[in-house]
């Protein structure tokens, strides 16, 4: 059995969990795991393809800026120092649920998180590591999981939205849900005022209600978080309700409830399920999402540590 992953969790937190934003602190920042040298190796073994390299601009409302670029054959070592020194954010997909060395502090974080909150229950559970430059930031956006994330080094600002309207539309999150747009949403700068701001030290713990739009700012130094993707029954019937909500305004009609519970609840579940079963064998639903394209190449020479790619 390894140390509790969670340090002061209480009642009181368990009552709010998933239901609203949630501040406990965690060991993770403590663990050997994340030193400059555990981490360095890790960007040199996790797979590629479960790698994102990004850069983005100053603008927090300019979420075009945000572009996607290609690591070459850069060790560990040489990438954690570009994204000390440039403006770069690197996503390690999956590291917590399918590293050897991460593994066990995921399943510990999963497990004690069940026996804490005895409602809570993962059907699917993947856990991402971001490391990310001292400006990096991340857009305004809203997830389709259940998330949460545990600071680990540096210093970001957090900022949690309510996830309803007219910070989170119905159709923008329809929107999503068929995948006619990546995880970003419509984004007022005056909505600041309307949100929980958190500034995250290393061993803060911080989760949010489904849906909940939020955007991060780094403040200062290397950042590393834990990033935690959960699927629960929640937050499927709920994805489901949109997604059918979202396939009835394709078809012309405009609905008029996301209820979760009743018989009209249940008919958009089959309908949901009709409209994916249908785009996937028309082949609709393949459609590459927008932003992926390689637009520039990590450079340990180049300013802000990237080059960008001279365009096509
Ligand atoms: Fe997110």
Redesign the pocket.
């Known amino acids: 059995m390894t140390d509790p992953v969670l340090i002061d969790w209480n009642d009181e937190k368990s009552a709010e969990f998933r239901q609203g934003v949630i501040q406990a602190r965690h060991r993770l920042h403590r663990a050997p795991e994340f030193t400059d040298l555990s981490l360095a190796a890790l960007l040199s073994r996790h797979s590629r393809e479960l790698c994102d390299f990004c850069t983005m601009g100053e603008d927090p409302a300019d979420r075009d800026s945000w572009r996607a670029g290609d690591a070459g054959d850069l060790s560990g070592q040489e990438l954690l120092e570009a994204v000390r020194a440039g403006k770069l954010w690197i996503n390690l997909r999956e590291v917590m649920n399918v590293d050897p060395v991460f593994k066990p502090l995921f399943s510990g974080l999963l497990s004690q998180l069940k026996q804490l909150n005895p409602s809570f229950n993962p059907l699917r559970a993947y856990g991402g590591i971001l490391i990310s430059s001292p400006r990096a930031q991340v857009f305004y956006?809203s997830?389709v999981s259940e998330?949460f994330l545990l600071h680990v080094r540096g210093q970001k600002r957090f900022r949690i939205y309510p996830p309803r309207a007219p910070w989170l539309e119905d159709q923008a999150l329809e929107d999503i849900l068929h995948k006619d747009q990546t995880e970003d949403v419509p984004y007022d700068p005056a909505w600041d005022a309307d949100a929980a701001q958190i500034d995250l030290e290393p061993g803060d713990f911080v989760s949010w209600p489904l849906h909940a739009p939020?955007r991060v700012e780094n403040l200062e130094g290397l950042n590393v978080s834990v990033t935690c993707e959960i699927v629960t029954k929640e937050s499927m019937v709920k994805n489901g309700v949109h997604h059918a909500n979202g396939a009835l305004r394709r078809m012309g009609w405009t609905p008029k409830s996301a209820k979760l519970t009743g018989a009209e609840a249940y008919a958009k579940l089959a309908l949901s399920k009709v409209w994916k079963g249908w785009t996937k064998l028309s082949g609709a639903g393949a459609r590459p999402l927008p932003k992926s394209e390689t637009t520039f190449d990590v450079d340990t020479n180049a300013e802000d540590r990237l080059r960008d790619r001279a365009a096509a």
């Open positions: 956006h997830d998330t939020h």
